[in-house]
């Protein structure tokens, strides 16, 4: 089974997620780091999305997950409800449809709910620092959830809350919308005027 396949299947070990959350600050970092506020700002044409505002877009999104992952790990912790064994267990169909739909290149395209759309001009250095630090806020929490049932336990999507995600499955929304938005910065970079890509 491929990465991508089993993203959208099955819950990531503890060591995979730190992995896959180190290559996304790698390839952020080989993206944003040599641009200046200009270039960071700069769209390829009318309407479509800067780098930084694709930056922001997942900042935001990562920020929405945050509180009710925090909640359910709590509630989890605090009412004993461990790991009961994974073997043979799989998301269910919407989320593997979910996270399947998110993978870059996009096959399929969402309008980004207003929670999470971003401003028409955004800080770098904000913005930027924001990201890694919710990387690494997500990584706590990957941490935190460890041994615990990531198949069993839910959450609220925090942005449609009649939708309830495996807290396994909300992390791998996380890493695989992540993963779609730097596809999308970098082919925001490509298509940008040669003298706007510094």
């Known amino acids: 089974m491929s990465q991508t396949r089993q993203a959208s299947q ?3 070990s503890l060591e995979e997620y730190a992995a896959e959350n180190a290559a996304l ?3 952020a970092h080989r993206l944003v780091d040599a641009l200046d ?3 960071f700002n700069s769209a390829p044409r009318p309407g479509a999305w800067s780098v930084g505002q694709c930056l922001q877009h997942m900042t935001e999104t990562h920020a929405l997950y945050a509180t009710p992952l925090n909640q359910a790990i709590d509630e989890a912790r605090g009412s004993g409800k461990v790991d009961q064994g994974s073997i043979g267990k799989r998301f269910g169909w919407f989320e593997r449809w979910f996270i ?3 993978e870059p290149p996009p096959r399929q395209r969402f309008k980004a709910p207003k929670k999470v759309q971003p401003g028409a001009e955004v800080d770098k250095d904000s913005v930027c620092q924001g990201y890694f630090d919710r990387l690494t806020g997500c990584l706590e ?3 935190r959830a460890e041994g615990l049932d990531l198949y069993r336990l ?3 999507s925090p ?3 009649w939708i309830r995600f495996r807290l396994g499955a ?3 929304i996380l890493t695989v919308h992540d993963q779609r938005h730097l596809w999308q910065a970098e082919q925001v970079l490509l298509n940008l005027p040669p003298r706007e890509r510094e």
Do not use: C, E, N, Y
């Open 10 to 12: 099955h819950v990531a």
């Open 25 to 27: 600050a790698t390839r």
């Open 141 to 143: 929490l990957r941490r």
């Open 37 to 39: 506020a200009r270039s």
């Open 154 to 156: 839910r959450i609220k």
């Open 100 to 102: 399947s739909s998110l």
């Open 170 to 172: 909300a992390f791998s």
């Open 159 to 161: 942005l449609a809350g």
